[in-house]
Each structure stands twice: as C-alpha cells, then as structure tokens.
C-alpha cells in the first residue's frame, strides 16, 4: 500500500477552528467514499490561542490517504465522486493552489498503540539539492535514527518518498516524515528539547537543508487495514 500525504492551506475567511471543523466533518464524509481509498488520517495541528502551537507550517489540511498502488490512486482522484462532490467541496474548504502532496511508502519502527488524547510529533524533512533519497533513507536508517522508545514515544512510524513517483508529477512537498506519538503535549515539548533531538538534526543535516515540524490530533476516518484493531 502507499501513502499519498496531502497538504494545504486553508481558504481566505476561514480560522483555524472552522477549517477544522469542516475537514473533520463534512469533507471527511465526501472524501472517504473516493473508490479504492483503503486508509484516511487527517492531521489537525494542535493550537493554543487558536493558533497553531508550534507556529505555521505553510498548511492546514495534512492528510494520509493510503491505496494499493499509484493506478488505484490516480482512479480515485479521476473519479467521478471526486470531481463533483468532493471537488466542490474542496473550494470552500482550502486555497487549492497551495495542494502539495507527497507520494510515500510508511514503516513503522516501534508501535504501542496510543489512546485518543496521544499527541503526534511529525517532522517534515526537506533534500539538500543534489542529495539524494538513498542519502536521506541511509541516514534515518542509521546516524539519524531516533530511539523512539528512550524519547518517551509510544510509536514510531516513518513516509519516505518513493523513488520516481514524482517523476511525471509535481516535486514532493517533502521527502520523508518523521512521526513520534506521545502521551500528552508537555512529553512532546520535552522531545524537542531533548539530546535526542539535537542529535537525529545534526545528523540528518548531512542531507536534509532543514525540517519543519507540526504537532497534531490525529483523526482516523478510515483504518487502514494494517491499522484495524
């Protein structure tokens, strides 16, 4: 299965809570009928003050939606539904000139299954130019590898971009993520200032220009099969 993770802003008008409140509501209720879908997560960013707490990313809208392949994925957003109604919905919901997306494969590293009130840590990682993805898998494979269970995390999952994918396709909105969940907010905050932080940023700088970083809710819409309990 692959992981297509979407992104954007959300449209002029509309605040952080509003946005959230549709994404989660109706638009969740369009988009998991897409023929195919087989997993759909939407990111929430965490916010205090109604903004968000660890500062703007560039999007509002952060989504996993998994399919068997990219020919099952292109289906569904060729799809009539999707055209039409989810489409339509779309407008009122995000600034569609912002979409971004990334075409990714996921692993997960260590897995205690978290309950609702988890925080979820993601970290977006962005190529040097002239780097390349066997760089950045090699170094989250080995130097900046993080040990998940000594931060504090419950699981750890990783997305990487698949080799060629984009190829035809817009460049990826990044080329990995790095997904920690933890108990609550204040564990979560601890990790960012943490050895074990500073070490996985000196070393992935070796390949990567730098990261930015969303701390969420995650929504599950729909399980992927690898997910059902």
Same mark, same amino acid.
């Given at each position: 299965?692959i992981t297509?993770?979407?992104?954007?802003p959300r449209?002029r008008?509309?605040?952080?809570?509003a946005?959230q409140?549709?994404?989660s509501?109706e638009?969740?209720?369009?988009?998991?009928e897409?023929p195919?879908?087989?997993?759909?997560?939407q990111?929430? @960013?965490l916010?205090?003050?109604g %903004?968000?707490?660890l500062?703007y %990313?560039?999007?509002?809208?952060?989504?996993? /939606?998994g !399919?068997?392949?990219l020919?099952a994925?292109d289906?569904? !957003?060729?799809? *009539?539904?999707?055209r039409?109604?989810?489409t =339509?919905d779309?407008h $009122?919901?995000i600034d569609?000139s912002g !979409?971004r997306?990334?075409?990714?494969q #996921?692993? /997960?590293?260590? =897995?205690?299954?978290?309950?609702a #009130?988890?925080?979820?840590?993601? /970290?977006f990682?962005?190529?040097h130019?002239g780097a /390349?993805?066997?760089?950045?898998?090699?170094l989250?494979d080995g130097?900046g *590898?993080v040990d998940a269970?000594?931060a504090?995390a419950?699981?750890?999952? *990783?997305?990487i971009?698949?080799?060629g @994918?984009?190829?035809s396709r817009a460049?990826a %909105?990044?080329?990995a993520?790095d997904?920690l969940w !933890?108990?609550d907010?204040?564990?979560a905050?601890?990790? $960012?200032h #943490?050895?074990?932080?500073h070490?996985?940023?000196?070393?992935m700088a070796?390949a990567c220009r730098?990261a930015?970083?969303?701390m969420?809710r995650?929504?599950?819409?729909?399980a992927?099969?690898d997910?059902? *309990?």
């Open positions: 299965m297509r993770l979407g992104t954007a449209a008008g509309l605040d952080y809570r946005f409140e549709h994404w509501g638009h969740a209720d369009l988009a998991r897409l195919g879908l087989r997993g759909y997560v990111n929430h @960013a916010l205090r003050d %903004v968000p707490l500062g %990313v560039g999007f509002d809208a952060c989504s996993e /939606t !399919f068997d392949d020919d994925m289906a569904a !957003f060729a799809s *009539q539904h999707y039409s109604s989810v =339509d779309e $009122l919901l569609r !979409f997306l990334g075409l990714m #996921s692993r /997960t590293l260590y =897995d205690v299954e978290p309950d #009130s988890a925080v979820k840590l993601m /970290t990682w962005h190529l130019p /390349t993805l066997r760089e950045l898998e090699e989250l130097p *590898q269970r000594a504090g419950l699981r750890h999952r *990783q997305m971009e698949i080799p @994918a984009h190829a460049p %909105v990044c080329n993520v997904i !933890f108990a907010q204040a564990t905050h601890a990790f $960012l #943490s050895e074990h932080a070490v996985m940023a000196y070393e070796a730098g930015t970083r969303m969420a995650e929504i599950t819409i729909l992927a099969p997910r059902e *309990q």
